[in-house]
């Protein structure tokens, strides 16, 4: 019975720390954990527009050492991927060798009104090191903008600063599973 509890007291824990973002309003990962090396689909969610104005711009900076991004398309708006040359050429996914990696994905374009809410979805190459990776974001409502691109100090929460980067916490497969047992 103990042990039952102490497991529910941990759901109910990471529970409130993942959904805490998002009462916030802060652009956010839906999924703010993922496996080394995998593939990850993500959706940064966008809960409301800047002071007001109708989100009309998001575009995501992309960490270094993901070779390999793709942005979601999104009806009524123009996706652009921005491309960084590397130093040196690396081993990409499926065998490939890369000599360029996605820097950052934008969506522009459409009109998100500050009333509602969307999602924008990025798949990635996840690196094979745990971590915690963030992915700083730039919303601009027509001549406004937010920046979500502040990164806690080591040691510090995610929200101890006022406008953080979406974050994913990296994990080895073996310490995710186990887990979750």
């Known amino acids: 019975m103990i042990h039952l509890k102490k ?3 941990i759901y109910a824990a990471l529970g409130a720390f993942v959904y805490a973002p998002s009462v916030n309003a802060h652009v ?30 998001v575009t995501v900076q992309i960490p270094e050492g993901i070779y390999a991004a793709k942005p979601q398309p999104k009806a009524g708006w123009e996706t652009i991927i921005e491309w960084q040359a590397l130093p040196e050429p690396v081993a990409g996914p499926h065998g490939k060798t890369q000599t360029k990696r996605v ?12 009333s509602m809410f969307d999602q924008f979805g ?3 190459k996840l690196p094979q090191e745990a971590q915690t990776l963030y992915f700083p974001v730039v919303q601009k409502c027509g001549d406004k903008e937010v920046r979500w691109d502040m990164i806690p100090e080591p040691g510090k929460a995610w929200h101890s600063v006022s406008k953080p ?11 995710m599973s186990d887990a979750h047992h």
């Open 165 to 175: 980067a979406p974050m994913l916490e990296i994990a080895n497969p073996s310490f």
């Open 103 to 114: 820097a950052s994905l934008t969506w522009e374009g459409g009109v998100l009104d500050d």
């Open 7 to 9: 497991i529910a007291f």
């Open 28 to 57: 956010v990962f839906a999924e703010t954990t993922a496996k080394t090396g995998a593939y990850y689909f993500g959706f940064l969610r966008v809960g409301h527009g800047c002071e007001g104005a109708a989100t009309t711009a």
């Open 122 to 124: 990025v798949q990635v």
